[in-house]
């Protein structure tokens, strides 16, 4: 299947995202905060990004923009998964280069069908 990177500094969400996304086929990398999200995504180039948003170092934003403007890295699909849901926010991610925006709680079946049209199957 697919190669998913993980971005996230709480550990119980990395492993639970970890483990959504392996239960259903795919592969995963792992990032503990934006910077080295940034830095995994052009080593790995992996199918697609799934990015929190509050994280030291970058946050999900910044690490989102890196990512969608670098000509190495832009084809890949992120999909901000964060607690900030005002509509300012979602408009900021979406400009920042998100294909995608949830908030948790996470809906595991929107999570999944977001990540299978990010992944055009």
């Known amino acids: 299947m697919s190669k998913i990177l993980v971005v996230a500094d709480s550990p119980t969400q990395l492993t639970n995202l970890v483990k959504i996304v392996e239960a259903h086929g795919h592969t995963t990398v792992t990032a503990t905060n934006g910077l080295e999200g940034v830095e995994t995504a052009k080593a790995e180039m992996p199918d697609l990004i799934l990015m929190d948003v509050v ?4 946050n999900g934003f910044q690490a989102t923009r890196k990512i969608t403007k670098d000509p190495s890295t832009q084809h890949i699909p992120v999909i901000i998964v964060t607690t900030k849901d005002q509509d300012t926010d979602r408009v900021w991610g979406e400009r ?3 294909s995608a925006y949830l908030t948790k709680p996470l809906d595991m079946d929107a999570l999944l069908t977001t990540i299978k ?3 055009g199957n």
């Not at 994280?55 to 970058?58: G, N, Q, T, Y």
Request: no cysteine; aromatic share 0%.
């Open 55 to 58: 994280m030291p170092e970058l």
């Open 96 to 98: 920042q280069g998100a």
């Open 117 to 119: 049209a990010q992944l």
